[in-house]
């Protein structure tokens, strides 16, 4: 009976850890860029914007500029607003890259409060699009998911080149974060 119970007491802690949900996951470092031996892909997605009207793709926002910085985003994330400011004065609307907010999982109307004071100490309104099954956060390994819960490693940040290779993942606060994704980012020719 002693056996037993320590085989369901064992079997229940396996079922709650969470598990890999894509094969695709590059090696990720809370210090530098992601290594592979293999370049990794950025996933394709379409998503919603903040207003609900407009579905963004991920190959319109890669298309747009040299790179493109994701930033996984939620209103319970403490480092999440610091990260944001920093990224949004580094990458501006016409910079080398683009930055996108991925709030994850959470709708607009959960985080506003928070974009919304961060956009107006910015002065500007942020690439903001909606995450809120979390689908496009377990495609690029930010949330991991078992039969029980989901669990993310917030503040994250992926940075994906103009051919969708993937050229970081980062997770957690990071010194130096706008001068590390401007070391893997394309060198922008002017005409």
């Known amino acids: 009976m002693r056996w ?12 709650q850890t969470p598990t890999r949900v894509s094969s695709h996951r590059v090696q990720t470092e809370t210090s530098g860029p992601a290594k592979s031996a293999q ?36 209103s319970w994330c403490d480092q999440c607003g ?18 996108v907010v991925v709030l994850s ?14 956009e107006a100490e910015l002065g500007r309104k942020l690439l903001v699009v909606e995450d809120g099954s979390q689908e496009v956060s377990r495609l690029f390994g930010v949330c991991e998911e078992n039969d029980v819960e989901t669990a993310c490693s ?3 940040i992926r940075v994906c080149g103009d051919d969708a290779r993937q050229l970081l993942a980062l997770h957690g606060a ?14 922008v020719t002017t005409p």
């Not at 400011?85 to 683009?98: D, N």
């Not at 999982?105 to 961060?118: S, T």
């Open 154 to 156: 917030l503040p994250a």
């Open 174 to 187: 990071q010194e130096d974060l706008v001068a590390k994704i401007q070391a893997v980012l394309p060198a």
């Open 82 to 99: 610091p990260q944001l400011r920093q990224l949004s004065t580094a990458f501006g609307a016409e910079g080398q890259a683009g930055l």
């Open 4 to 15: 037993v119970l320590v085989f369901i007491v064992t079997l229940s802690a396996c079922a």
């Open 39 to 74: 370049p990794a892909i950025c996933p394709s997605f379409a998503s919603w914007d903040r207003t609900g009207t407009k579905l963004i793709s991920s190959q319109d926002l890669l298309a747009q500029q040299s790179g493109t910085v994701l930033l996984f985003f939620a």
């Open 105 to 118: 999982g959470e709708r607009y109307g959960k985080a506003k409060a928070k974009l919304d004071r961060i």
